[in-house]
């Protein structure tokens, strides 16, 4: 698709649907990823070691939803240019942080009536419904304060904690994209990646923490800011990343394909970071390449562009963040009535179709709501025109 039919114009706003479906597509990776957790060392040896690693690649498709949302977010600032900061934070909390609420409901309510709280073998199983639900854990999960456990009810919940943190600043950050020098915004936001597990040491040091892994916890916001910024970079520069895709040969665009797919699904491959005795999380640049490409193809190739607008998977992206929300809690109470009771293959039938249809209960009672709600609240009040009363004489001209 060449870049004059597809490219906007600047300040155009116009609604990416191929995106939409990009993160249905990597929120179902998440659901896979989950539920690979629970099958055999011997396959997830295979997974971790094929190109089926693709299919399970949870913590990357996170880094491309914080991609997306820093990619999205950025375009009605292209066409305001200026800081809107109340309406921009009313909608994101009606977008993000509503349907989070009822996704919390329904995992507390499920860990409540399902859960007995034993100990699995399977260590992964154990982060989660382990502990026995109070009023104290509730409240920090609802207002996401202090170092908590954030997988206790929802083993997905962690990366909103980060998406709501980043949202709060991030009008500054679309504002600064728009007005400072990109090589200037690349370097920030990788000054920000390196720097939160320097300073989440000195943090625990200084501040004598319990826990280091609360000091990382809390300045890994710092590391997924960058993404944020590295999509929003994309945005302000759409029209010439289109421009340049346009100009790839079909060999040199299936090279890149192959180069991006590799990039996102083993670039925080456990055997590398093993290797090297640095924090995994820096390898998730790696993972950012391949899916900064991912999204660039999504826009500019005529066959993935035709096959993400697609009635199915489009729709997969229109309730993809209800299914990130409501996956995990699914599969919960599956492990909790049915593990070690039906065959695997069996369990991931029920998973799957379980997981779908609760979904769309949830993206239709709760999600969808919350989005127009708000829209409603943001939208602009319309001008009543004023007119002259018939009372009153107009005075002489």
């Not at 908590?148 to 950050?173: G, H, K």
């Amino acid at each position: 698709m060449s870049a004059e039919t597809n490219s906007p114009r600047q300040g155009d706003t116009r609604r990416f649907y191929e995106l939409d479906s990009l993160r249905g597509l990597a929120a179902l990776t998440v659901v896979f990823h989950h539920f690979s957790r629970l099958c055999a060392t011997r396959i997830v040896h295979v997974i971790d070691r094929t190109p089926l690693r693709l299919l399970v690649a949870g913590h990357q498709a996170v880094i491309l939803f914080f991609l997306l949302s820093g990619f999205v977010l950025t375009l009605p600032y292209k066409k305001k240019g200026a800081l809107n900061y109340g309406p921009f934070l009313l909608k994101r909390v009606c977008r993000i942080y509503l349907p989070y609420l009822g996704a919390l409901a329904f995992a507390v309510l499920c860990d409540l009536h399902f859960s007995n709280h034993p100990h699995y073998d399977n260590y992964w199983i154990n982060w989660t419904w382990s502990a026995p639900v109070t009023t104290h854990l509730v409240f920090q999960h609802i207002l996401f304060l202090g170092n908590y456990d954030w997988s206790q009810f929802n083993t997905a919940f962690w990366s909103l904690v980060y998406e709501m943190r980043i949202s709060l600043v991030f009008p500054f950050l679309a504002i600064a994209v728009l007005r400072f020098r990109t090589i200037w915004l690349l370097l920030a936001a990788a000054v920000l990646s390196l720097a939160y597990f320097p300073l989440a040491i000195l943090f625990s040091n200084v501040l004598h923490l319990s826990s280091r892994d609360a000091a990382i916890n809390s300045t890994l916001t710092l590391h997924y800011a960058a993404f944020f910024i590295i999509g929003s970079v994309m945005a302000n520069h759409l029209p010439a990343i289109n421009r340049w895709y346009a100009r790839l040969t079909a060999v040199q665009a299936g090279a890149i394909a192959i180069i991006s797919l590799v990039l996102y699904g083993f670039s925080s491959a456990s055997s590398i970071i093993q290797h090297f005795s640095i924090p995994g999380d820096l390898f998730d640049w790696g993972t950012a390449a391949g899916a900064t490409m991912f999204i660039v193809f999504a826009m500019n190739s005529r066959p993935f562009h035709r096959f993400l607008t697609s009635r199915t998977i489009h729709h997969l992206g229109q309730i993809s963040y209800s299914l990130y929300l409501i996956h995990a809690t699914i599969l919960f109470v599956l492990i909790h009535t049915l593990w070690g009771r039906v065959p695997i293959g069996i369990l991931l039938s029920i998973y799957l179709t379980a997981t779908l249809a609760v979904t769309e209960i949830f993206y239709r009672l709760i999600e969808r709501p919350s989005m127009l709600l708000g829209r409603r609240l943001t939208a602009p009040r319309p001008v009543v025109a004023q007119t002259e009363s018939p009372l009153i004489a107009r005075p002489p001209a």
